[in-house]
């Protein structure tokens, strides 16, 4: 992993104000920081540094005596290879179907908690919990629970739902192996639409009620006030959900390796799951490690702006 | 004034929440069926009820991953906490100069995908002879909750009103009584949150789990996995496991419900 923005700098100090801001003084603030910035570095940072050295490495630890440097042939390989291609493919497609269907039924979600109805604390709770059940206990229950084709809770329902209207039996559908994406995306989708809801939530809360107040006695309809009042206060906070949500489900290992396998094929092999994949299957490290750095790479297109949205807020905040 | 929901709407709202709980509920009901009960098409919700999967769970030994699931997420939420308060004293309430840039250094670190750290992280791990080793996590949780921690702080400590610290120290007092006296009563909440955030996401973790323990230091979500796999399918009792594991974090989340967000947002959003 590695640094987005400049490390703080240790050269030369601003010109000096006050005589108790010297070079003494300058270090007792520093020392609390001290051990928690360290720790960071060590922890976080060289293991990057070693990612991009063994990069430049055919290595395959099933051939032990074969490692030697190969300059950037592994990025060659990264770019051209058919299955990573396609991991990069489905990495998008599952980040974007998951992140884009979130907010928007976060948004929904938002909207009704936002307003005061029968048990709205009550609802505001069960609605988070699919966010807090442990993402790989919510992945085997929807593979084995509700995807289960002879007695998973979707077939199941169906099953009752054809015998009620007087029908033998309903449709045996084996979700996983039929839609293998959407089952994937679905699952995902219930655990990060609380998320949504919640920072959409927050956004809505934070709204100045006498603009919305003066909007309706301006004699705005419901539809007007949410698009020329609501939609552009809430921009920022949907900007950071969708960030903050890509820059988690980009990353998304528990739900393919538990759901899919990343299969049938590589249909739902993800980078994360494909890295893995090399690793600890094909045991190509030199490849690892070259996809390692292309997705931190992309990670870093989202980062800067994923900063660039914080820092806004960051800004406002520190000035108020 | 907040307006209220019409019946219509109030209805779909309630339609909506069931419908997002409805996989919940049918885990925990599960997990209180007999195995011939849970595997029925179509389903029978009213079967009755037992505790004979949850009795069978620690019988079956998963207790031992319970520890190290307690064990690695309780410590490195302290030690973050230990790293953590100190670095966002420094970057709020006596702030080192560049402080906005320090800050923005830990969030940079949390944007990097922990895949692409797992390879060279395994290869030092192993060569130092700490696979399969509860520290190992410790270790890279901490480091993987930090940055929160750091933010989460941050936002907390720029509370504590800056005119009563002036004060306090016109005043003469210590460090350690505006610590105690000042300080302390504004981050307190804080604290609580944060580490309750670190703590579930230290619980949850999976990836680097699966793939740096093997049989001694396995945690939670590597015994649920692991099950499926050595036991075959045993639908009433893997509900009861995921029910298990998902406790503390549901019981933690839904203390921490306001700082929630909070924490999620590192401290961005309110």
Same mark, same amino acid.
């Given at each position: 992993?590695?640094?987005?923005?400049?490390?703080?700098?240790?050269?030369?100090?601003?010109?000096?104000?006050?005589?108790?801001?010297? @070079?003494?003084? #300058?270090?007792?603030?520093?020392?609390?920081?001290?051990?928690?910035?360290?720790? @960071?570095?060590?922890?976080?940072?060289?293991?990057?540094?070693?990612?991009?050295?063994?990069? @430049? !490495?055919?290595?395959?630890?099933?051939?032990?005596?074969?490692?030697?440097?190969?300059?950037?042939?592994?990025?060659? !390989?990264?770019?051209?290879?058919?299955? %990573?291609?396609?991991?990069?493919?489905?990495?998008?497609?599952?980040?974007?179907?998951?992140?884009?269907?979130?907010?928007?039924?976060?948004?929904?979600?938002?909207?009704? %908690?936002? #307003?005061?109805?029968?048990? #709205?604390?009550?609802?505001?709770?069960?609605?988070?919990?699919?966010?807090?059940?442990?993402?790989?206990?919510?992945?085997?229950?929807?593979?084995?629970?509700?995807?289960?084709?002879?007695?998973?809770?979707?077939?199941?329902?169906?099953?009752?739902?054809?015998?009620?209207?007087?029908?033998?039996?309903?449709?045996?559908?084996?979700?996983?192996?039929?839609?293998?994406?959407?089952?994937?995306?679905?699952? %995902?989708?219930?655990?990060?639409?609380?998320?949504?809801?919640?920072?959409?939530?927050?956004?809505?809360?934070?709204?100045?009620?006498?603009?919305?107040?003066?909007?309706?006695?301006?004699?705005?309809?419901? %539809?007007?006030?949410?698009?020329?009042?609501?939609?552009?206060?809430?921009?920022?906070?949907?900007?950071?959900?969708?960030?903050?949500?890509?820059?988690?489900?980009?990353?998304? !290992?528990?739900?393919?390796?538990?759901?899919?396998?990343?299969?049938?094929?590589?249909?739902?092999?993800?980078?994360?799951?494909?890295?893995?994949?090399?690793?600890?299957?094909?045991?190509?490290?030199?490849?690892?490690?070259?996809?390692?750095?292309?997705?931190?790479?992309?990670?870093?297109?989202?980062?800067?702006?994923?900063?660039? @949205?914080?820092?806004?807020?960051?800004?406002?905040?520190?000035? #108020? | 004034?907040?307006?209220?929901?019409?019946?219509?709407?109030?209805?779909?709202?309630?339609?909506?929440?069931?419908?997002?709980?409805?996989?919940?509920?049918?885990?925990?009901?599960?997990? &209180?069926?007999?195995?011939? *009960?849970?595997?029925?098409?179509?389903?029978?919700?009213?079967?009755?009820?037992?505790? *004979?999967?949850?009795?069978?769970?620690?019988?079956?030994?998963? $207790?031992?991953?319970?520890?190290?699931?307690?064990?690695?997420?309780?410590?490195?939420?302290?030690?973050?906490?230990? /790293?953590?308060?100190?670095?966002?004293?420094?970057?709020?309430?006596?702030?080192?100069?560049?402080? $906005?840039?320090?800050?923005? &250094?830990?969030?940079?670190?949390?944007?990097?995908?922990?895949?692409?750290?797992?390879?060279?992280?395994?290869?030092?791990?192993? *060569?130092?002879?700490?696979?399969?080793?509860?520290?190992?996590?410790?270790?890279?949780?901490?480091?993987?909750?930090?940055?929160?921690?750091?933010?989460?702080?941050?936002?907390? /400590?720029?509370?504590?009103?800056?005119?009563?610290?002036?004060?306090?120290?016109? *005043?003469?007092?210590?460090?350690?009584?505006?610590?105690?006296?000042?300080?302390?009563?504004?981050?307190?909440?804080?604290?609580?949150?944060?580490?309750?955030?670190?703590?579930? &996401?230290?619980?949850?973790?999976?990836?680097?789990?699966?793939? /740096?323990?093997?049989?001694?230091?396995? $945690?939670?979500?590597?015994?649920?996995?692991?099950?499926?796999?050595?036991?075959?399918?045993? /639908?009433?009792?893997?509900?009861?496991?995921? $029910?298990?594991?998902?406790?503390?974090?549901?019981?933690?989340?839904?203390?921490?419900?306001?700082?929630?967000?909070?924490?999620?947002?590192?401290?961005?959003?309110?």
């Amino acid at each position: 992993m590695t640094t987005l923005t400049a490390p703080p700098k240790t050269a030369p100090p601003p010109a000096r104000t006050r005589k108790s801001s010297g @070079t003494a003084a #300058r270090w007792k603030r520093r020392i609390p920081l001290l051990p928690a910035l360290v720790f @960071t570095i060590v922890v976080t940072q060289l293991p990057f540094v070693a990612t991009l050295v063994i990069s @430049t !490495f055919q290595w395959n630890i099933l051939k032990p005596g074969d490692r030697h440097f190969v300059g950037l042939s592994n990025f060659t !390989f990264v770019f051209t290879d058919e299955r %990573l291609r396609t991991a990069v493919l489905n990495t998008v497609v599952l980040t974007a179907s998951v992140v884009i269907i979130s907010v928007i039924l976060g948004l929904g979600l938002a909207m009704l %908690l936002d #307003r005061r109805f029968v048990g #709205r604390g009550l609802a505001r709770t069960l609605l988070i919990a699919p966010f807090l059940v442990m993402p790989v206990a919510a992945a085997l229950l929807w593979k084995h629970a509700i995807y289960n084709p002879d007695y998973g809770l979707l077939n199941g329902t169906l099953n009752a739902v054809y015998r009620l209207f007087g029908a033998e039996n309903g449709p045996t559908v084996d979700w996983i192996s039929s839609f293998p994406m959407p089952a994937v995306v679905v699952s %995902l989708v219930w655990q990060w639409t609380p998320f949504m809801m919640l920072i959409l939530l927050a956004g809505l809360q934070a709204q100045p009620g006498d603009v919305l107040e003066a909007a309706r006695m301006d004699g705005a309809t419901a %539809l007007q006030t949410f698009r020329h009042i609501t939609l552009p206060h809430l921009r920022q906070y949907i900007e950071l959900g969708v960030l903050l949500g890509t820059i988690y489900v980009v990353q998304t !290992f528990d739900a393919v390796y538990t759901i899919t396998q990343g299969g049938p094929g590589s249909q739902t092999t993800n980078l994360p799951y494909e890295i893995y994949l090399t690793m600890f299957r094909k045991y190509e490290y030199g490849e690892a490690a070259a996809a390692g750095v292309v997705v931190v790479l992309g990670a870093f297109v989202i980062a800067t702006f994923a900063l660039r @949205t914080i820092a806004s807020l960051f800004r406002e905040e520190v000035a #108020r | 004034m907040t307006a209220r929901l019409t019946p219509f709407w109030t209805f779909v709202a309630w339609l909506a929440t069931l419908a997002f709980f409805a996989p919940v509920a049918w885990m925990v009901l599960t997990s &209180f069926h007999q195995e011939a *009960d849970a595997a029925t098409n179509p389903p029978t919700p009213f079967a009755p009820l037992t505790f *004979d999967q949850y009795k069978l769970l620690f019988s079956r030994d998963i $207790t031992p991953f319970l520890l190290n699931s307690v064990m690695a997420s309780v410590i490195s939420t302290l030690l973050v906490l230990a /790293l953590a308060v100190p670095a966002a004293y420094a970057l709020s309430i006596k702030p080192v100069e560049k402080w $906005t840039d320090v800050m923005f &250094f830990f969030l940079s670190t949390k944007f990097l995908p922990a895949i692409a750290a797992l390879l060279p992280v395994y290869l030092i791990v192993k *060569d130092a002879g700490m696979l399969d080793n509860v520290w190992t996590l410790i270790v890279l949780y901490t480091a993987m909750n930090l940055p929160i921690a750091v933010w989460m702080m941050r936002s907390f /400590l720029a509370e504590v009103p800056k005119e009563i610290l002036e004060a306090a120290e016109v *005043d003469g007092a210590g460090l350690l009584t505006v610590l105690w006296r000042v300080v302390a009563p504004v981050a307190m909440p804080g604290l609580a949150a944060t580490s309750l955030i670190c703590f579930i &996401f230290s619980w949850n973790e999976f990836m680097f789990a699966v793939n /740096l323990t093997a049989t001694q230091a396995s $945690t939670a979500p590597v015994f649920l996995v692991g099950f499926i796999t050595n036991e075959g399918l045993f /639908l009433a009792r893997l509900c009861a496991a995921a $029910t298990l594991v998902s406790l503390p974090v549901l019981i933690a989340g839904f203390a921490a419900q306001d700082k929630l967000v909070r924490g999620l947002s590192l401290g961005a959003v309110k």
